[in-house]
């Protein structure tokens, strides 16, 4: 359906991407990842048209829809929500209009011209039909709906809606429209969980292709099946969902440092050969081999990834069993009673996720918590001990702007030494220059990371936090998670990204119509209960693909005890010829002697790091003291260069043999 060749984009001396090429199926389902800043809105922009690449081309199929969801919406219409949503989709509006006419058309119009009127007539209305038409506005209901809205909500105009809200029904507009492609600029942004779900549900039958950009990792499982991730100096297509790639990116990232290890080695090998025997005439055509073959090495890159950094955070405060209990509790906004008679205990060492859909209550109730907000009648009382330490948005505008960010952390660890708090900086991706970065010109995710650390750095036992996953990227969202595991104290938080009530929560509480619902375990088994009403019996259950089928082949048989033994028809092997014999041979020797090359290597570099320690002994002072101690030293150093010489050499010989061996062996394969 739509074709990416050879795409590259820069903006001034930073490339996004080079000579990036994909398709985009008429299914497909397709995650576009990569770090805050890496350039996924820009090829969103080009494949949509609004900005052109450096090089290379956007191909589409004749009369293909793109429909593009972003993350900065303006809205100037003064319609109401269901009345706006409904006119989204501009051909069924202009078949109304036609239709209309020509219904018109027909009550003036001569006989003779009835039956040319009527066959239009009928046209548009199986078009209308197939537009799905008729039922657009139960359609649009349906949708707004699956998005949170009520019914309630219909009439009323768009200006009465708050940006989150407002980007909730643009995403409607479009699912109603159907583009042949959907392009989704972080669409999970301003969804609760209960509208993510009908969303994910939503796509899967979704028509059309769908390429979507987010820092929901749950989100992406569920939903996608492609990954292109726009990764340092390099892009990768990968077929699966998120964790299939980050699977596969681990085990590519090591196996390209392990070999970048052992090219690293074989340079040195092949330079110390070179260098050796440069002089020998006997030898001349080996070394300009290798020096060739040394000027023509692809050298191995491994990319910079993320890893996880450990670091302690201050012990909190000991407190009481009982943290904090709400009693009574009367919070009301005018007329709009959000809770009456409120009551609830946190205990020490729990790990709160508020969840339930937008508007019932759970800011509201983390305000209460927090001592934030006032509230008309009950009694909240702190436990012995507490002290707390409070995340929301408006933690941004406590951030100086002209201080740096290690001048910032500075403030919430008054009397740790710059290192300690480097590194936690680093802990938190800044890294190098960062740290001396003001603040003013930091991006909203640097904001919101710095300001993790700060609180998390703060001496307090309870931490409630307001959606602090906003502006975060994946890997943010990650380096949050593991701080969160590594934090001591008790734990509060609201968040739409599953993944972290996942990695955090051991009690979840649903707020629903000023009600709650405690429930003490973790975020998978809350699910099941409230789809299920009950928790799974079976210990061994591991969710949806606990019963997985096993083919045993035909011809296999079962052996005593379990397991599978193939069988297979005897029959006399045919005799190898001579050359075939000849050529076996060669081959096992090729093995064998790159084994012992192997051997060799590893005995050279152990021989070499055994020096290396006896060299830094002689640096030291400790060694001189004792007569005996610099004799001995002196002598193993002495033995250790003569095994490195006598391994050395021995290691070449192994070469020039591998050589020769090799250059039989592909003699043999020319003919």
Known sequence: MIRAIDISKTYGERKLFTNLSFDIGDRDRIALIGANGSGKTTLFSIIVGELIPDSGQIVKSKDSTIGFLRQDIN??????????????????????????????????????????????????????????????????????????????????????????????????????????????????????????????????????????????????????????????????????????????????????ESAARRQERQIVREERFIERFRAKATKASQVQSRIKRLEKLQRIVVPRTT??????FPD????????????????????????????????????????????????????????????????????????????????????EPQNTALDELKLSAAGQEDVTLRKILGAFLFTGDDHYKKVSVLSGGEKARLALAKILLQPANFLLMDEPTNHLDIASREILGDALNDYKGTICLITHDRTLIRDVANKIIEVNAGQLEVFDGNYDEFMYKKEHGTLPIDEDYEGDDADIAVEVPSDSLWLPGGGLKKTTPKHRKPQPSPDELKKSQLQLENKEITRKISEKEKKIVLLENKLAEVESAFSGNGL???????????????????????ASAEWEQLSLDAERIQKELAEFQAG
């Open 75 to 256: 809205p100037t219409s003064k319609n109401k929500l269901l009345e706006d949503v409904e006119n989204a989709p501009v051909e069924i509006k202009e078949i109304e209009r036609r239709i209309n006419a020509l219904n018109q058309s027909l009550e003036q119009a001569a006989v003779e011209e009835h039956d040319r009127l009527l066959r239009q007539l009928g046209e548009l209305h199986h078009r209308y039909e197939a537009l799905g038409g008729y039922n657009i506005r139960h359609e649009a209901q349906t949708i707004l709906s699956g998005l949170g809205f009520k019914q309630t909500d219909f009439e009323r105009p768009l200006s009465d809606f708050s940006g989150g809200w407002l980007m909730r029904a643009e995403l409607a507009k479009l699912l109603l429209i159907r583009p042949d492609l959907l392009l989704l600029d972080e669409p999970t942004n301003h969804l609760d969980l209960e509208a993510q779900v009908w969303f994910e549900k939503y796509l899967q039958t979704y028509r059309g292709a769908v390429m979507v950009t987010s820092h929901d990792r749950a989100f992406l499982n569920r939903a996608v099946n492609r990954v292109i991730a726009i990764e340092p100096g390099e892009v990768i297509c990968h077929t699966g969902n998120y964790d299939d790639y980050v699977v596969t990116r681990q085990k590519d990232l090591e196996n390209k």
């Open 624 to 646: 001189y003291g004792n007569a005996a101690q610099v004799q001995n030293a002196m002598q193993t150093h002495h033995h250790l260069k003569e095994e490195i010489a006598a």
């Open 316 to 399: 909190p405060p000991h407190s009481g069993k009982e943290l904090m209990s709400l009693r009574h509790i009367r919070k009301a906004y005018g007329g709009n009673v959000v809770y009456n008679d409120l009551n609830l205990v946190i205990n020490r060492g729990d790990r709160i996720a508020l969840v339930g859909p937008n508007g019932a209550g759970k800011t509201t109730l983390l305000k209460i918590l927090a001592g934030v907000l006032s509230f008309e009648g009950g009694d909240r009382v702190p436990g012995v001990g507490m002290k707390i330490a409070y995340y929301a948005q408006y933690v941004f505008d406590q951030l």
């Open 307 to 312: 890893k996880k950094i450990h670091f302690a």
